[in-house]
């Protein structure tokens, strides 16, 4: 089994910035990815950011340039540093974890970022 823990979400004014954090543990394999995904109200979930454990990392459209994916040296955890923050960008944040060795695909419980305008 995989768990993930996430933190970093809260309010914040537009233009403003803030840093997701999401720890894996369990039974990680290392060839993966992890990921950030968001929901907004009334929206379906998408995808912002992935990093994988061998490549380069990629971004969604709306947020390149803005957001950075990045790891720490053990490649448990993943941050996401958002930049120029928009009121669109408003959403639960949920982190996942997708192995490619077997079937795991585990996410988050969810952090909310609020960006006011």
């Known amino acids: 089994q995989v768990q993930l823990v996430e933190s970093g979400g809260g309010l914040v004014e537009a233009g403003g910035a803030l840093r997701l954090s999401c720890t894996a543990s369990?039974?990680?394999?290392?060839?993966?990815?992890m990921g950030w995904y968001r929901q907004g109200p009334g929206n379906q979930r998408e995808r912002v950011a992935s990093?994988?454990?061998?490549?380069?990392?990629t971004y969604a459209d709306s947020v390149e340039g803005r957001f950075a994916i990045s790891r720490d040296n053990a490649g448990n955890t993943v941050y996401l540093q958002m930049n120029s923050l928009r009121p669109e960008d408003t959403a639960v944040y949920y982190c996942?974890?997708?192995?490619?060795?077997?079937?795991?695909?585990?996410w988050g419980q969810g952090t909310q970022v609020t960006v006011s305008s």
């Open positions: 996942n974890y997708r192995s490619f060795v077997d079937t795991t695909d585990v």
């Open positions: 369990g039974s990680i394999f290392s060839r993966n990815v």
């Open positions: 990093s994988f454990s061998r490549g380069p990392a």
